[in-house]
């Protein structure tokens, strides 16, 4: 059984780095195919696909946040780490953890979510 | 950016009734097409990937369909459980891009 947790602050101020964590069980990002990555929804809107990480250390990045952020793995304690600068109050969202598995192009496992408000 | 635009953005429906939410890609994607329901408070779910292919454990009365820039999703008996807001999303080009949802309420 897969399970995704995101961790990290719950209120950032503009200007600040976000920092998020991804905390996972039952898959291993050493396995041939495996991705992990981020998506967020701001209140109310539709989802928007951020960040992705492949088992083998490939990366991928939405391009028009791809100056900002920063996706890295830590294999051997089944995390992923998420950074995002220069936050602005555009970027209050939930932020969810996501898997992906190359055969079905689709993510498949969601973490919970973590609301992240950007204010002063 | 490849834009998925869904029709309609809401609909009420009633139990049992058959449901069919559309979605079109800005430029052909084949069939790389998922789709995704999503409650109130809760993480998206995926129910149906490369256009048509059903995810373990989702009920069979789900189904998809099209390819190239047209797609759909079918609900051929809504239940209470299946009120929520449905995603399609394109796995075809980076960024991989989702509508902006259809609402389905109950009648």
């Known amino acids: 059984q897969i399970t995704l947790k995101e961790s990290g602050p719950t209120l950032v101020k503009p200007t600040q780095t976000l920092t998020l964590t991804c905390t996972f069980s039952g898959l291993s990002l050493s396995t041939t195919g495996v991705g992990v990555g981020w998506i967020r929804q701001p209140p109310g809107k539709a989802l928007e696909w951020l960040a992705l990480?492949?088992?083998?250390?490939?990366?991928r990045y939405s391009p028009s946040l791809k100056n900002r952020l920063t996706i890295t793995k830590d294999t051997s304690k089944n995390r992923m780490v998420l950074t995002m600068t220069n936050m602005d109050p555009v970027d209050t969202a939930t932020y969810y953890c996501v898997h992906r598995l190359g055969g079905k192009l689709a993510f498949d496992y969601w973490g919970q979510g973590t609301l992240v408000t950007v204010s002063s | 950016d490849i834009q998925m635009t869904q029709s309609p953005s809401s609909l009420s429906a009633s139990v049992g009734d058959r449901v069919t939410i559309t979605c079109r890609a800005s430029q052909s994607i084949s069939t790389f097409l998922n789709w995704y329901q999503q409650k109130p408070g809760k993480a998206p779910k995926l129910l149906m990937y490369?256009?048509?292919t059903l995810e373990s454990g989702v009920p069979s009365r789900f189904s998809g369909s099209g390819s190239g820039t047209d797609f759909t999703l079918s609900i051929s008996s809504l239940q209470p459980e299946d009120f929520a807001t449905y995603y399609c999303q394109q796995s075809d080009t980076i960024p991989w891009t989702f509508g902006q949802g259809t609402k389905v309420e109950i009648k």
């Open positions: 990480i492949y088992w083998d250390d490939d990366k």
């Open positions: 490369t256009a048509s």
